[in-house]
């Protein structure tokens, strides 16, 4: 299946500073990426749809300022988390759809990376 | 609205067999995935059912009723190793995926 990649994969940081997560898809081109979050025990909950050179589309609720989000490439989207605090603290963790209609194909497939712990201190 | 619908836990013998559950109200309907997750790790690609039957891949099969907006997930001969989350959802009418809360399987020797 297609490879999508996360980095890093751990982030311990000081309350009030920023973090840049990065999510490639390695093998496949993605003009769109989710980016989710997921609390200890609880679904997966979709932030934002990142794409490719256009802004993202945040879900309601989230802080578009608050997590900025980049595609600048077919193959990279980040997610920074600007000025973090504990409550941010959480498993991010970002998909990339292969084929089905947002790749023009049949039938789609989220290929999600290995998700990104961070832990604001 | 939309919603969508699972068991929280369930606990299954190894060896044997377990079905899990799924169901769904939604508008606007492209298909209903069946995703693994073990504890600390992204979610895995299971299934994709978009029309009525049965899907079976090895150990696993999935099986969709449009009509009374239900899924399930049957897993045979359970191993160990299957212990996990199993997360649904089904994509909307803007290929947005929602998310069901997942059902944790925990599997006794």
Redesign the interface.
């Known amino acids: 299946g297609a490879v999508v990649s996360q980095h890093p994969s751990w982030v311990i940081c000081k309350s009030g500073t920023s973090v840049k997560i990065e999510c490639r898809s390695l093998d496949f081109q993605a003009t769109t990426m989710f980016w989710y979050r997921q609390f200890p025990k609880q679904s997966l909950m979709l932030m934002a749809t990142s794409n490719e050179g256009s802004k993202a589309t945040y879900e309601q609720g989230v802080e578009k300022d608050k997590f900025l989000i980049n595609h600048a490439s077919l193959t990279l989207s980040t997610l920074t988390v600007t000025s973090a605090h504990p409550e941010d603290s959480s498993f991010y963790i970002c998909s990339a759809p292969v084929g089905g209609p947002l790749a023009g194909g049949p039938s789609e497939t989220q290929y999600f990376g290995p998700g990104t712990r961070l832990l604001v201190l | 609205g939309q919603n969508i619908d699972q068991p929280t836990e369930m606990t299954a013998t190894e060896g044997a067999i377990v079905q899990i559950n799924c169901t769904y109200q939604t508008s606007g309907f492209?298909?209903l995935?069946w995703?693994q997750q073990h504890a600390?790790?992204?979610?895995?690609?299971l299934s994709?059912n978009?029309l009525d039957g049965l899907e079976e891949k090895g150990r696993f099969s999935s099986f969709l009723s449009r009509s009374k907006g239900y899924s399930y997930l049957l897993l045979k001969e359970l191993q160990m190793k299957d212990s996990a989350s199993y997360?649904c959802a089904f994509?909307d009418s803007n290929?947005?995926?929602i998310?069901?809360?997942?059902t944790k399987l925990i599997i006794k020797p």
């Open positions: 492209n298909g995935f995703y600390g790790e992204a979610p895995t690609f994709y978009v997360l994509m290929y947005q995926l998310w069901g809360a997942g």
